[in-house]
């Protein structure tokens, strides 16, 4: 072990290092085509290699083209840079290395209790087994939804485990343009077709409209389908817009729908007192689904699924063999009987070791600070006469795009298609892009706490340069 123990210095030293100067780094630029090839073509190796000599492969050919997301100038997607005690964690779980299945050890019972801070943090209710930790918000979202299915389906004395869809009407899904691909391609796998998941329009905010929600339902059942499902957002990945939750738990109480809520990104808002108000209601959902891989910085993989009645949950996905059984599992059982996987990671360590490093009020600093420096970029973006801000900012997420005057809007749409990758290009800092309503649109989402108003300011004079660049070239070409 004493190789192990030099190895495991060296790789400490190199994580610290690395963490130290992504600050001072491009925050991405496109890998070295020699070097992008001899990963791809790496060939299987027959003969072992020493610890040090991987130590240094790690280092020098593959820690040097990281995705960016641990920068403070990166606002791509939905990636955070990773918790430094969530970083130490992995290694400790890895070595531990169990299945956290079930069982009597310490990594099970840790995901009961992080599941409940999880809870705890967003102001989720938490019956006892009402959750479990996920790979992310697409799995969490299968999970309840699945669960939402099989209720719908029971309500019509139909069991679902054991007859499948055969027979069933078809059971009708609702959530508005806005809505995370996950939802569809839930509701795709649990074999409901995407013909029945309903496009509910939002008004202005962006946010789900209650009224056309409401006509949608009733006509529905005019037509002799089952609505069963509604699911709300808590921050939209294209705005970061929040659903009005309490008008539509009224709805859904009295139609008998399930209410799932899309936290995914946006959850953990609520803990920003300064934002919180919009959260109203989202403890009234059936299911939540949340990343702490997002928001908390806990490292990827981890998302959760939280369930306002346990054995929703239970009911969908237990299932225990002969060699699986446990008479010592207790009323809770396994884990492995409330989702699909059975060896699962020990997911629970990063998740502790990130919310106990910085606490319940440390977390809620750092995201309040994000969103402190959202609304300043939106107010940057509205200073701007070349910029124009296309929602409000509701919790950490900027839109905008680039609009110099006298262009045209198809002129407009194609210079905002090719910014983000033009922008990503300069290394200094990183946007993606996406469509709304129709519109190519630049997307910037504060996740990192350590940003500062300087970086913001950059970001907008990135995005000037850039169209410049793009204009200039097209004018040349
Ligand atoms: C990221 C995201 C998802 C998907 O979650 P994964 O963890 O990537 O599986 C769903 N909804 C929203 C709003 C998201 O931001």
Same mark, same amino acid.
């Given at each position: 072990?004493?190789?192990?123990?030099?190895?495991?210095?060296?790789?400490?030293?190199?994580?610290?290092?690395?963490?130290?100067?992504?600050?001072?780094?491009?925050?991405?630029?496109?890998?070295?085509?020699?070097?992008?090839?001899?990963?791809?073509?790496?060939?299987?190796?027959?003969?072992? !290699?020493?610890?040090?000599?991987?130590?240094?492969?790690?280092?020098?050919?593959?820690?040097? +083209?990281?995705?960016?997301?641990?920068?403070?100038?990166?606002?791509?997607?939905?990636?955070?840079?990773?918790?430094?005690?969530?970083?130490?964690?992995?290694? +400790?779980?890895?070595?531990?290395?169990?299945?956290? +299945?079930?069982?009597?050890?310490?990594?099970?019972?840790?995901?009961?209790?992080?599941?409940?801070?999880?809870?705890?943090?967003?102001?989720?209710?938490? #019956?006892?087994?009402?959750?479990?930790?996920?790979?992310?918000?697409?799995? *969490?979202?299968?999970?309840?939804?699945?669960?939402?299915? &099989?209720?719908?389906?029971?309500?019509?004395?139909?069991?679902?485990?054991?007859?499948?869809?055969?027979?069933?009407?078809?059971?009708?899904?609702?959530?508005?343009?806005?809505?995370?691909?996950?939802?569809?391609?839930?509701?795709?796998?649990?074999?409901?077709?995407?013909?029945?998941?309903?496009?509910?329009?939002?008004?202005?905010?962006?946010?789900?409209?209650? *009224?056309?929600?409401?006509?949608?339902?009733?006509?529905?059942?005019?037509?002799?389908?089952?609505?069963?499902?509604?699911?709300?957002?808590?921050?939209?990945?294209?705005?970061?817009?929040?659903?009005?939750?309490?008008?539509?738990?009224?709805?859904?109480?009295?139609?008998?729908?399930?209410?799932?809520?899309?936290?995914?990104?946006?959850?953990?808002?609520?803990?920003?007192?300064?934002?919180?108000?919009?959260?109203?209601?989202?403890?009234?959902?059936?299911?939540?689904?949340?990343?702490?891989?997002?928001?908390?910085?806990?490292?990827?993989?981890?998302?959760?699924?939280?369930?306002?009645?346990?054995?929703?949950?239970?009911?969908?996905?237990?299932?225990?063999?002969?060699?699986?059984?446990?008479?010592?599992?207790?009323?809770?059982?396994?884990?492995?009987?409330?989702?699909?996987?059975?060896?699962? #990671?020990?997911?629970?360590?990063?998740?502790?070791? !990130?919310?106990?490093?910085?606490?319940?009020?440390?977390?809620?600093?750092?995201?309040?600070?994000?969103?402190?420096?959202?609304?300043?970029?939106?107010?940057?973006?509205?200073?701007?006469?070349?910029?124009?801000?296309? *929602?409000?900012?509701?919790?950490?997420?900027?839109?905008?795009?680039?609009?110099?005057?006298?262009?045209?809007?198809?002129?407009?749409?194609?210079? &905002?298609?090719?910014?983000?990758?033009?922008?990503?290009?300069?290394?200094?800092?990183?946007?993606?892009?996406?469509?709304?309503?129709?519109?190519?649109?630049?997307?910037?989402?504060?996740?990192?706490?350590?940003?500062?108003?300087?970086?913001?300011?950059?970001?907008?004079?990135?995005?000037?340069? *850039?169209?410049?660049?793009?204009?200039?070239?097209?004018?040349?070409?």
């Amino acid at each position: 072990m004493s190789d192990f123990r030099t190895a495991a210095r060296a790789t400490a030293d190199l994580v610290a290092d690395y963490l130290d100067a992504v600050p001072d780094r491009p925050v991405w630029q496109p890998m070295d085509p020699a070097e992008r090839e001899a990963l791809l073509a790496a060939p299987l190796p027959e003969l072992g !290699t020493a610890l040090p000599e991987l130590v240094e492969t790690i280092e020098q050919r593959i820690m040097p +083209a990281p995705m960016g997301n641990g920068h403070p100038r990166f606002f791509g997607w939905v990636n955070s840079a990773p918790a430094p005690a969530g970083v130490l964690a992995t290694l +400790a779980a890895a070595a531990m290395n169990p299945s956290s +299945a079930g069982g009597d050890h310490a990594d099970v019972h840790l995901e009961r209790a992080v599941v409940r801070w999880i809870a705890e943090l967003v102001g989720f209710p938490h #019956p006892a087994g009402g959750g479990i930790l996920t790979s992310g918000t697409s799995m *969490a979202t299968i999970l309840c939804l699945t669960a939402a299915r &099989n209720r719908a389906a029971a309500r019509l004395g139909h069991d679902l485990r054991a007859d499948g869809l055969t027979g069933l009407p078809p059971l009708i899904a609702y959530a508005t343009a806005e809505t995370h691909s996950c939802v569809r391609k839930a509701v795709e796998l649990l074999g409901l077709g995407s013909r029945h998941l309903r496009t509910v329009p939002s008004d202005a905010d962006g946010r789900l409209d209650t *009224a056309a929600l409401a006509t949608a339902v009733a006509e529905d059942r005019a037509a002799g389908l089952v609505p069963f499902l509604v699911v709300a957002s808590a921050g939209t990945v294209g705005t970061g817009a929040v659903d009005a939750f309490h008008p539509i738990a009224d709805l859904c109480e009295a139609e008998g729908l399930w209410l799932h809520v899309d936290g995914a990104y946006g959850a953990f808002g609520v803990l920003d007192p300064a934002i919180a108000g919009q959260y109203a209601g989202m403890d009234r959902a059936d299911s939540l689904a949340l990343d702490p891989h997002k928001w908390l910085g806990v490292p990827v993989d981890c998302g959760c699924a939280l369930v306002r009645e346990t054995e929703a949950l239970r009911g969908a996905f237990s299932l225990v063999p002969s060699y699986l059984r446990d008479e010592a599992a207790g009323e809770l059982g396994w884990f492995s009987e409330y989702g699909m996987e059975q060896t699962r #990671p020990f997911r629970s360590l990063k998740v502790w070791a !990130t919310i106990a490093h910085r606490g319940r009020a440390g977390i809620a600093a750092d995201i309040a600070r994000c969103t402190e420096l959202a609304r300043h970029l939106g107010e940057l973006v509205e200073a701007d006469p070349e910029l124009e801000l296309l *929602a409000p900012v509701r919790t950490s997420i900027v839109a905008f795009r680039y609009r110099p005057a006298g262009a045209s809007p198809e002129a407009t749409d194609e210079l &905002n298609r090719e910014l983000p990758v033009a922008v990503q290009r300069r290394g200094n800092v990183f946007v993606t892009g996406a469509l709304l309503d129709g519109r190519e649109m630049l997307r910037a989402c504060l996740l990192n706490a350590a940003t500062t108003e300087a970086d913001l300011k950059l970001l907008v004079d990135e995005v000037r340069l *850039a169209a410049a660049g793009l204009t200039r070239h097209r004018a040349e070409s």
